[in-house]
C-alpha cells in the first residue's frame, strides 16, 4: 500500500509542476518589470519561460515514471 500511494503521489505531482513553473515565472517577471520599468515585457517573457520550464519538468517526470514501470513491471502486483 505505501509504495502504491507513493506512486500515485509522484503522478499527481506531475501537474504541480506546469503550475508551479509558469507562476513562478510570472512572478520574477512581474519583479523585474518593477525594478526596471519596463512593464509587461519581462512579465511575458518570463510568463513563456515558465511554461517551458513547466513542460520540460513535466516531462522529465514522465520519463522517470514510465521508467520505473518498465522496471517493475510485474514485481509491483499487490
Given at each position: 500500500?505505501?509504495?502504491?500511494?507513493?506512486?500515485?503521489?509522484?503522478?499527481?505531482?506531475?501537474?504541480?509542476?506546469?503550475?508551479s513553473?509558469?507562476?513562478?515565472g510570472?512572478?520574477?517577471?512581474?519583479y523585474?518589470?518593477?525594478?526596471?520599468?519596463?512593464?509587461?515585457?519581462?512579465?511575458?517573457?518570463?510568463?513563456?519561460?515558465?511554461?517551458?520550464?513547466?513542460?520540460?519538468?513535466?516531462?522529465?517526470?514522465?520519463?522517470?515514471y514510465?521508467?520505473?514501470?518498465?522496471?517493475?513491471?510485474?514485481k509491483?502486483k499487490?
Amino acid at each position: 500500500m505505501n509504495k502504491k500511494f507513493f506512486k500515485y503521489l509522484s503522478i499527481s505531482a506531475i501537474g504541480l509542476h506546469l503550475v508551479s513553473g509558469v507562476v513562478v515565472g510570472v512572478l520574477i517577471g512581474y519583479y523585474l518589470d518593477k525594478f526596471f520599468n519596463t512593464s509587461p515585457i519581462l512579465t511575458i517573457l518570463f510568463f513563456f519561460f515558465g511554461i517551458i520550464a513547466g513542460f520540460r519538468n513535466m516531462y522529465k517526470d514522465v520519463q522517470k515514471y514510465i521508467l520505473n514501470n518498465e522496471d517493475n513491471n510485474g514485481k509491483d502486483k499487490k
